[in-house]
Each structure stands twice: as structure tokens, then as C-alpha cells.
């Protein structure tokens, strides 16, 4: 199993700017990508922002030039930076690692909530 811990979600003003952790504990052998997927209220789930181990990235459309995901594999940790934050980006975070196609593991959550 896999656990995941996030860190660094709270209250912000529009502008601002937060930065997420996750952190990968347990048997973490084989973990390739790991990533950040929000859900806000009433919505379903949606990729923000992933990094393979290798350091590709990929992020969605509405955070491009906002936010940049990293990571540390010394620290088996991703961070995610949220700069110019808007109201749109309030939502629960949340961390997710992958092991090959079909193995996934979530983290619980944080919350994000940007007020305008």
C-alpha cells in the first residue's frame, strides 16, 4: 500500500498565491507519475497538474502559467505552487499517485478556498 499525506491548503485572497505537498510513504516501489486533481462543489474530479519520475509534466488548460507541479524523489514528495489564485480554483486537492496503468492511490485531501 501507499499512503499519501497533503499539506498546505487554507484560506487565500484572489492573487495569491499556496503551495500543496504530498507526501508518498509505504511501499512505493514502481510509483512513475504522481499528481494533484481537485473537485470542487458540484463538480467531478479533475486533473490540475502531473509528473512522471522523469520529469514530464503536463497541466490543464485553466492553470497553465499559474501553477507548476514538482518533485523531489529523494523526499518521495510533489508540490504543487498556486500563484495568481483565483476564486474558480476553490476546491478539495487532492494528491494522487499512480504504479503502472492501473494501479492508482489518493491521498485524503486539502482544502483550497480563494476568496475573491
Known amino acids: 500500500q501507499v499512503q499519501l499525506v497533503e499539506s498546505g491548503g487554507g484560506l487565500v485572497q484572489a492573487g495569491g498565491s499556496l503551495r500543496l505537498s504530498c507526501a508518498a510513504s509505504g511501499n512505493i516501489f514502481g510509483i512513475d507519475a504522481m499528481g494533484w486533481y481537485r473537485q470542487a462543489p458540484g463538480k467531478q474530479r479533475e486533473l490540475v497538474a502531473r509528473?512522471?519520475?522523469?520529469?514530464?509534466?503536463n497541466y490543464a488548460d485553466s492553470v497553465k502559467g499559474r501553477f507548476t507541479i514538482s518533485r523531489d524523489n529523494a523526499k518521495n514528495t510533489v508540490y504543487l505552487q498556486m500563484n495568481s489564485l483565483k476564486s474558480e480554483d476553490t476546491a478539495v486537492y487532492y494528491c494522487n499517485a499512480r504504479r503502472g496503468p492501473l494501479m492508482a492511490y489518493w491521498g485524503k485531501g486539502t482544502l483550497v478556498t480563494v476568496s475573491s
Open positions: 509528473i512522471t519520475s522523469g520529469g514530464s509534466t
